[in-house]
Nanobody, 124 residues
Framework: QVQLVESGGGLVQAGGSLRLSCAVS????????MGWFRQAPGKEREFVAA????????FYADSVKGRFAISRDNAKSTVYLQMNSLKPEDTAVYYC?????????????????WGQGTQVTVSS
């Protein structure tokens, strides 16, 4: 059983920063491609960022490129999402997800395991 637990969400003013963490347990963390998704009220869940098993390759949604950075620490079985220059439109529940394949997918249905989500609220 693979478990993902997000943390680090909260309330921040526009222009501020937050760092989300996702701790993974149950299987070898380095065997998973990891992704971050988000879902705003009344909207579908959308891709934010993903990182390869080694951490050498990353991919971002255009809406966050240049502001967000995904990283991972395989020794700590944790993936991070550093969010800078936050905007009110970044307000959402943020989810981390794990995929057992080597391909970096931007589609949520390709991911096998999900966390419970952490709320990020950006005030204007």
């Amino acid at each position: 059983q693979v478990q993902l637990v997000e943390s680090g969400g909260g309330l921040v003013q526009a222009g501020g920063s937050l760092r989300l963490s996702c701790a993974v347990s149950g299987r070898t963390f380095s065997s998973y491609t990891m992704g971050w998704f988000r879902q705003a009220p009344g909207k579908e869940r959308e891709f934010v960022a993903a990182i390869s098993r080694s951490g050498l390759n990353t991919f971002y949604a255009d809406s966050v490129k240049g502001r967000f950075a995904i990283s991972r620490d395989n020794a700590k079985s944790t993936v991070y999402l550093q969010m800078n220059s936050l905007k009110p439109e970044d307000t959402a529940v943020y989810y981390c997800a794990a995929d057992s394949t080597v391909v970096i997918y931007t589609t949520d249905r390709k991911y096998d395991y999900w966390g419970q989500g952490t709320q990020v609220t950006v005030s204007s």
